[in-house]
């Protein structure tokens, strides 16, 4: 266990729809990354947050939104679902500021568009 | 930005032999490499980093070199055995930048 929640675990929505995929950073952590996992793909980097504040972007699409709350946790907003959203989201976080250090992730976030 | 390289995308080895997953960056002032490892339907997990201060750092059986002139850096699995089996990413990063670029990741499979 890595201490780092996500919910839900699996997610089925239909293209157009929009969901809200859900973090809770280890106790402590200040930073939280968002990552997208597509079939057989790498870890793409989405976005990071440091103690309530974007820190790092990455090939995030306009549809995505995030943000972290004064509680740390962090949300990631998917809107006008397409079928290439289909993937797993991880979310990772990690206690550093400006040394990266290990992430932590958790289990993901499995989303079917369908 | 930051692009890292990883190759093989595949690889198979006899249980027991070595096995080596090489990885080459872009941006020279990457200074943190470290190696994640996935189980199928599990989520990645930190197995060894290196910063650019070392050129070889060893675990058990497992060891990482970077070569910082020529913008690359290994992992070495010795002695492999079944649960070594996985998707293994290297991924690169600066200090004060805590963007982790990832490698497209190398599926290992230890034949028994």
């Known amino acids: 266990d890595s201490g780092v929640t996500q919910t839900p675990k699996h997610l089925i929505t239909a293209t157009g729809q929009r969901v809200t995929l859900r973090c809770s950073p280890r106790?402590?952590?200040?930073?939280v990354y968002w990552y997208q996992q597509s079939l057989d793909q790498g870890l793409q980097f989405l976005i990071q947050?440091?103690?309530?504040?974007?820190?790092a972007k990455g090939n995030i699409l306009e549809r995505f939104s995030a943000q972290q709350f004064p509680d740390l946790h962090s949300e990631l907003n998917l809107s006008s679902l397409e079928l290439g959203d289909s993937a797993l989201y991880f979310c990772a976080s990690s206690s550093s500021g400006a040394d990266p250090g290990e992430l932590f992730f958790g289990e993901g976030s499995r989303l079917t568009v369908l | 930005g930051e692009n890292v390289e990883q190759h093989p995308s595949t690889l198979s080895v006899q249980e027991g032999d070595s096995a080596v997953i090489k990885c080459t960056y872009s941006?020279?002032?990457?200074?943190?490499f470290p190696w994640y490892k996935q189980e199928l339907g599990k989520r990645p997990q930190l197995i060894i980093d290196i910063r650019s201060n070392v050129g070889e750092k060893k675990d058990q059986r497992i060891a990482v070199t970077l070569n910082k002139t020529a913008k690359h850096f290994s992992l070495h699995i010795t002695e492999t055995q079944p649960e070594d089996s996985a998707v293994y990413f290297c991924?690169?990063?600066?200090?004060?930048?805590?963007?982790?670029?990832f490698g497209t990741g190398t599926r290992l499979t230890i034949i028994p």
């Open positions: 991924a690169a990063t600066d200090y004060g930048n805590e963007k982790l670029t």
């Open positions: 106790s402590g952590d200040l930073s």
């Open positions: 947050y440091y103690n309530g504040e974007e820190r």
């Open positions: 941006d020279s002032a990457s200074n943190y």
